[in-house]
T-cell receptor, first 109, second 116 residues
Framework: EDQVTQSPEALRLQEGESSSLNCSYT??????LFWYRQDPGKGPEFLFT???AGEEKEKERLKATLTKKESFLHITAPKPEDSATYLC??????????FGTGTRLTIIP | EPEVTQTPSHQVTQMGQEVILRCVPI?????FYWYRQILGQKVEFLVS????????KSEIFDDQFSVERPDGSNFTLKIRSTKLEDSAMYFC??????????????FGPGTRLTVT
């Protein structure tokens, strides 16, 4: 069964303290890996799409990278407004997205 | 910027009642989806819809569920006889102006369904 695993489940950082979130997946015909941000009670907000190993995408303080079996979301010098749950989702070759359980990120001022 | 909209934002219903959740996908998208998220759990796929028919569905999407695109803009999810375990956030999503379902999916704000 295709699976997506995210770690850590929760992460607390001081404002300005950089770190990385991990998303690993079963290697079976990845067609795309997607990062989303979800605020409490809201829908997932699209951040990045990665299609092939070695690919990198960047947006403000966030940078997503992809290898053959995992993806990282690097956050550089985070601010309190970056606090949210970050979701990783994978398209394994059909139409649906398989989501991980997310990493709940808290940035302390 | 185009966005997916959903109504209502919150629906409370009694067990056994029918509910219809409504969505307006992004106008030039070709693929439409419903997902749900039970409180504290991960987002789960329910169904995908393309070219006016269901293209894929999960085990959750049993005979109690149906989807429809009644006109050129709306996309609906109907639950015929709600159960307590149907209580969740329901998200509509749409993707891809091209014939390729591997594009990113854009999600609506969700409808919180509470079954009492």
């Amino acid at each position: 069964e295709d699976q997506v695993t995210q770690s850590p489940e929760a992460l607390r950082l001081q404002e300005g303290e950089s770190s990385s979130l991990n998303c690993s997946y079963t290697v079976s015909g990845l067609r795309g890996l997607f990062w989303y941000r979800q605020d409490p009670g809201k829908g997932p907000e699209f951040l990045f799409t990665l299609y092939s190993a070695g690919e990198e995408k960047e947006k403000e303080r966030l940078k997503a990278t992809l290898t053959k079996k995992e993806s990282f979301l690097h956050i550089t010098a985070p601010k309190p407004e970056d606090s949210a749950t970050y979701l990783c989702a994978v398209n394994f070759g059909n139409e649906k997205l398989t989501f991980g359980t997310g990493t709940r990120l808290t940035i302390i001022p | 910027e185009p966005e997916v909209t959903q109504t209502p934002s919150h629906q409370v219903t009694q067990m056994g009642q029918e509910v219809i959740l409504r969505c307006v996908p992004i106008s030039n998208h070709l693929y439409f989806y419903w997902y749900r998220q039970i409180l504290g759990q991960k987002v789960e796929f329910l169904v995908s819809f393309y070219n006016n028919e269901i293209s894929e569905k999960s085990e959750i999407f049993d005979d109690q569920f149906s989807v429809e695109r009644p006109d050129g803009s709306n996309f609906t999810l109907k639950i015929r006889s709600t159960k307590l375990e149907d209580s969740a956030m329901y998200f509509c999503a749409s993707s891809s102006p091209k014939l390729d379902p591997s594009y990113e999916q854009y999600f609506g704000p969700g409808t919180r369904l509470t079954v009492t």
